[in-house]
């Protein structure tokens, strides 16, 4: 697959759209397929995908310093993280979730001060505690009007967002010898290849599978996980980091939008406020970190300047991770990431987190 030179605001687009409607495709899907299976069957679907990409560019075993990491992000940012949102899906509407999903950079900040001992500034800081008190925003009624199951299911939904910020930063430190594409059939893989065994443990035999269940997956597993794991690589060749994480904070906004359209979700004032806190909070934690001289005065710059500085990104950076749904891509190699999202932007899945949704 190439995108032309000049469409990269198209296939950024065609990446946030993609996301925003698995949220509610994800939804309708877990209403018909156990939540753990389906997990297993979206990631299947998208090994089939990915394994059909890297034949063209050919297909390697992962390298013994690549392998910990194909284990660790295949197990904690999808397998994990899928199978506690889908548990979680199957009880909260989809546009509240994908706004509580997206929250994972607010978990990487503190997180990365902690295990990396890097420094928490004082803006990164103010950031967390106001994506923190969106959060709270956004579950607080409905926690109190569904009482134990509520708070059970906000609980799942903040421990995949956890799950998704430990691999995220344990990642942080390891130093890639393959290129993101090249890896991400074999994360699919394992998750899959883990989340199958869990599926018949705890939810038995799989059981027929009704039109919105292979409706669901048809789009999910090829267009929101596949498709979009090989988007987020374009994009980031084409955008800077901060750039690129800017953008997809409108996808938590639009699935929101779509979910209320099609499935007829309610949008209330504490919804409204949570989604302005967790963004601007997730803007203040991740842009703190980047160094004053890599950030763009794009209002500054001609439009060829711009042009210019946007396509003399490097085109296949030597350590990026995209984890959907939520995606998290880290440039290895660049000294301008921003310090809370060179490993994190809800690029689940990321995700592949789902986007992880």
């Given amino acids: 697959m190439s995108v032309p030179r000049s469409r990269p605001g198209l296939l950024l687009i065609l990446l946030i759209f993609a996301w925003a409607v698995a949220w509610p495709a994800i939804k309708i899907g877990v209403s018909d397929v156990p939540p753990i299976w389906y997990a297993c069957l979206r990631y299947g679907i998208a090994t089939v995908c990915l394994f059909g990409v890297a034949v063209r560019r050919g297909v390697a075993w992962p390298s013994a310093q690549d392998r910990r990491l194909v284990a660790v992000s295949g197990t904690l940012q999808m397998a994990a993280y899928s199978a506690l949102a889908g548990l979680a899906s199957t009880r909260l509407p989809a546009g509240r979730a994908s706004v509580l999903a997206f929250s994972t950079p607010l978990w990487v900040v503190p997180l990365a001060a902690w295990r990396l001992r890097e420094r928490l500034s004082p803006r990164a800081g103010i950031g967390v505690v106001l994506g923190l008190a969106g959060v709270l925003a956004i579950a607080a009624p409905a926690l109190r009007a569904d009482g134990a199951g509520g708070r059970l299911a906000y609980a799942l939904l903040l421990a995949a967002s956890a799950a998704w910020a430990i691999s995220i930063v344990w990642v942080r430190a390891h130093r890639f010898g393959a290129p993101a594409l090249a890896l991400a059939p074999w994360q699919t893989l394992v998750a899959a290849a883990l989340l199958g065994p869990l599926a018949w443990m705890v939810e038995g035999r799989l059981p027929p599978i009704g039109w919105p269940g292979v409706a669901s997956l048809a789009y999910v597993g090829p267009v929101a996980t596949a498709f979009a794991y090989w988007a987020v690589v374009e994009a980031g060749r084409r955008y800077p980091a901060g750039t690129l994480a800017m953008a997809l904070l409108a996808t938590p ?105």
């Avoid at 359209?261 to 203040?284: K, W």
């Avoid at 490097?314 to 921003?338: E, K, M, N, Q, Y």
């Fill in 253 to 357: 906004a639009l699935g929101l939008m779509i979910s209320a359209l099609t499935l007829g979700e309610s949008v209330d004032a504490p919804l409204l406020v949570g989604i302005v806190l967790v963004g601007v909070g997730i803007r203040l934690a991740t842009m703190a970190g980047v160094p004053p001289g890599c950030r763009l005065p794009f209002r500054s710059m001609s439009f060829a300047a711009r042009f210019h500085r946007l396509r003399s990104q490097p085109r296949d950076p030597p350590s990026t991770l995209v984890a959907l749904h939520g995606v998290a891509v880290i440039d290895g190699g660049s000294r301008c990431r921003p310090r809370g999202l060179d490993s994190a932007a809800p690029l689940g899945s990321l995700f592949f987190g789902d986007v992880n949704a």
